[in-house]
């Protein structure tokens, strides 16, 4: 029997979990490390968003999606084309991205609904497949093969931070923002309808879960955290073209998201962090060696740790909070599992 | 009309080698439930073998051949080794170690004969039939016979052997079958195994026109998926029907309609798939599933 243990940490240690966190990601990452890696962090942070919607859609929707890389190209060309042929400012893109692809999320959401499985596993990987090609086939607009110059966002003069910095910065306030979205969309009665839904379709119908409306929501958020992870990959890499948002872009996300943990929010930036840097250190040794690495990593962990690599850090965590009794309502957990003690006692 | 014409036979020739790796496809899925999103990947390296066999110093057609037998072996050992202790494992576990199959097999062809293409000589060759005013190469011929060829001899062994027959019990009616005494394992094993040797052969064939690289085969599978989901997946017959039809829209929709044209024909597939998925499901022949409440 599983029972839901709610941490409870006492002050003086979230305290100093906030302090450490906020040491990291504020002044370690964006001040500390060398400049090349400041903007490799900007996109660990971009992908670490387009992976907390796989989480959504896939880890608790139930939906295997292995075509996000398309929701993304959405994204990083909607802000590439209303930058470049509008003279857009590149940060009024952003809600524009998310719009659009939350519009392209709904749509495909329902075509979900029908492809159950195995069947929309393989649509929406033949969907990112076909991106490339209709990216390089309306050149007039998306500017081909060539791709289009979007240039990185300049951070203001009043600011003492460098392009990379500043970018980082936005990065990391955009990704702070949709995880406390995520946090409070998979918290309370959603998050028990979607497993419900995901788990026993049957059960959750007769509770009341309307599963359609569910699937197509899940599917329109997820899509809309990919769209702004492209907008702010194209702003990072300050250029896009076609073959970025290829099929590899797609099954690297859901690597990210298996390796991480499907329904570990906290572990998409492990796994974006695994996506960005296993490839550039195995390159150096072979070409070849970051997409065995890949395939390697997505079979063993789901052999080894299924719940990911960031699934197994919260079973810990939770874990030590329960060793340690730092948990919401110590004393009627306790009582409890006495009175389950005494009844398994009884004679039968 | 002569261009009309000899796109039809060309879909057909492109049109046989997708039925080929639908086939493939038909076969794992009729015998585990699984899409084998790794089906390309494997063929590819069945190609990569031939090219190897041959440099080692073997003529074309045993090369063929052998690549064929091995490739058979490959497929039931990835059967007993990675898909029979997933057969209760979770929808996204399968997909998941599949997926990472494919991304492995991917790296591997590029890390044993690096990423430069290499060029596989055709099994056919490159003389012209003539049949009357309508002249059609002898590979194109030679593909729809060859896979016209294998198509027969997989119909004898399904419909008059009693290994065929065991082998449809086994994927019909797993329980009846083991009760007379078949083995459903060493069915599925050679299910698995005749999926890939098909796929090995759709490799082959395919290679000669594309040239050997570790990407041939994204441009085949993606029309196998799209052939494998027209005729209905769980359909052999539609997998064949499939294969041919797709092939010839492709090469038609590519040289008719200016607006796709033949960087863009890709997108059929697509049109195909979610087309077929959102209309008939189960495809074209493919039967109605039936889930009990």
Redesign the interface.
């Given at each position: 029997m599983s029972v839901v243990v709610k941490p409870k940490l006492p002050l003086a240690v979230r305290v100093a979990a906030a302090a450490m966190l906020a040491v990291v990601f504020l002044y370690v990452i964006p001040f500390v490390i060398p400049s090349y890696l400041v903007s490799q962090f900007a996109t660990v942070l971009a992908f670490a968003i387009a992976i907390a919607g796989i989480n959504l859609v896939t880890g608790f929707g139930g939906a295997i999606t292995l075509g996000h890389a398309a929701f993304v190209a959405l994204g990083a060309y909607t802000t590439a084309i209303l930058v470049v042929r509008y003279g857009w400012n590149p940060y009024a893109t952003i809600p524009v991205s998310a719009a659009l692809s939350w519009v392209a999320g709904w749509c495909l959401g329902f075509p979900a609904l029908r492809l159950q499985g195995l069947y929309l596993a393989l649509g929406t990987l033949v969907l990112s497949i076909t991106v490339p090609p209709v990216l390089k086939r309306f050149d007039g607009f998306t500017g081909g093969v060539q791709g289009l110059n979007v240039g990185n966002p300049e951070a203001p003069a009043f600011l003492p931070l460098d392009d990379s910095q500043w970018i980082y910065f936005i990065c990391l306030v955009i990704a702070a923002l949709l995880y406390v979205v995520a946090r409070r969309i998979l918290s309370g009665p959603l998050r028990r309808a979607l497993v419900g839904a995901r788990d026993n379709q049957l059960v959750a119908a007769v509770m009341g879960v309307d599963r359609a409306k569910l699937t197509t929501a899940t599917f329109a958020m997820s899509s809309l955290y990919a769209g702004v992870a492209g907008s702010l990959y194209a702003m990072i890499v300050g250029f896009v073209s076609p073959d970025t948002f290829n099929v590899m872009m797609s099954l690297s996300l859901f690597v990210g998201a298996v390796v991480g943990g499907i329904t570990s929010l906290n572990g998409a930036i492990i796994g974006a962090m695994f996506i960005q840097f296993v490839p550039i250190w195995a390159s150096d040794i072979d070409v070849s060696l970051g997409g065995l690495v890949f395939g390697g990593a997505l079979i063993v962990t789901l052999v080894v740790i299924p719940v990911g690599i960031g699934g197994l850090g919260e079973r810990v965590f939770i874990w030590l909070c329960t060793r340690l009794g730092w948990v919401e309502g110590a004393r009627a957990t306790r009582a409890g599992s006495e009175a389950m003690g005494s009844a398994q006692n009884e004679p039968a | 009309m002569n261009l009309f014409a000899s796109q039809i036979v060309d879909g057909l020739a492109d049109g046989a080698i997708y039925a080929s790796l639908a086939l493939a496809l038909v076969f794992s899925y009729r015998s585990t439930g699984?899409?084998n999103?790794a089906q390309g990947e494997m063929a590819m390296l069945s190609a990569y073998l031939v090219w190897q066999l041959m440099a080692w110093g073997m003529p074309l057609v045993p090369a063929a051949l052998v690549s064929i037998v091995i490739s058979f072996i490959a497929g039931a050992l990835l059967y007993a080794t990675i898909v029979k202790p997933l057969s209760h494992a979770s929808?996204?576990?399968v997909?998941?170690?599949l997926?990472?199959?494919?991304?492995?097999?991917?790296?591997?062809?590029?890390?044993l004969w690096t990423?430069t293409i290499k060029a596989l000589p055709s099994l056919f060759p490159k003389a012209h039939l003539q049949i009357g005013s309508f002249a059609v190469s002898a590979e194109t011929a030679g593909i729809i016979a060859v896979v016209g060829v294998v198509l027969l001899l997989l119909y004898l062994l399904f419909e008059t052997t009693k290994v065929g027959l065991a082998m449809r019990g086994a994927a019909s009616t797993p329980d009846s079958a083991i009760l007379v005494g078949v083995s459903v394992p060493v069915m599925l094993l050679i299910g698995w195994g005749i999926a890939a040797a098909l796929g090995a052969l759709s490799g082959i064939l395919v290679a000669p026109r594309v040239f050997l690289n570790p990407t041939m085969m994204?441009g085949v599978i993606?029309y196998a998926?799209?052939a494998a989901?027209l005729g209905g997946f769980d359909s052999v017959i539609g997998a064949v029907v499939g294969g041919l039809l797709v092939g010839v829209v492709e090469n038609l929709v590519g040289t008719y309609i200016p607006w796709i044209?033949p960087?863009?024909k890709?997108?059929v597939?697509?049109i195909l798939?979610?087309g077929t998925?959102?209309i008939k499901?189960d495809g074209l022949f493919g039967r109605r599933k039936v889930v009990r409440?």
């Open positions: - | 699984i899409v999103f929808l996204l576990t997909v998941s170690v997926i990472g199959l494919y991304l492995a097999l991917n790296s591997l062809a590029g890390f990423y994204f993606i998926f799209a989901t044209g960087d863009l890709i997108i597939a697509l798939i979610f998925l959102l499901p409440l």
